[in-house]
């Protein structure tokens, strides 16, 4: 059975710093790639953070690029999410995603496996 668990989030001032983690489990971890979407209120669900399964590759959404980091630790079996410089509009529930992909458009679609989601609050 196949588990996400997301932890870190929570309430921050505006230019302040989060670590999320997200632990995997039922899978081989060191062998599927990792991402982190986020879902603010009344919006769809969107990609931001994209990192291979070996960590030699990762990709941002414009949005978050220079602010945040996503790296992988594969003997924790955990993908990272360093957050510095937050805004009111990183205000959302953030969860990762196993293997998402790459379109021809250059837009990321999710993977099949989701986590519970955890909340993150920058407050202005």
């Known amino acids: 059975q196949v588990q996400l668990a997301e932890s870190g989030g929570g309430l921050v001032h505006t230019g302040g710093s989060l670590r999320l983690s997200c632990s995997v489990s039922?899978?081989?971890?060191?062998?599927?790639?990792m991402g982190w979407f986020r879902q603010a209120p009344g919006k769809e669900r969107e990609f931001f953070a994209y990192?291979?399964?070996?960590?030699?590759?990762?990709d941002y959404a414009d949005s978050v690029k220079g602010r945040f980091t996503i790296s992988r630790d594969t003997d924790k079996r955990t993908v990272y999410l360093e957050m510095s410089s937050l805004k009111p509009e990183d205000t959302a529930v953030y969860y990762c995603?196993?293997?998402?992909?790459?379109?021809?458009?250059?837009?990321?679609?999710?993977?099949?496996?989701w986590g519970q989601g955890t909340q993150v609050t920058v407050s202005a």
């Open positions: 039922g899978l081989p971890f060191s062998m599927v790639n």
């Open positions: 995603n196993v293997n998402p992909r790459l379109l021809p458009d250059r837009t990321w679609k999710s993977g099949t496996f």
């Open positions: 990192i291979s399964y070996n960590g030699e590759y990762t």
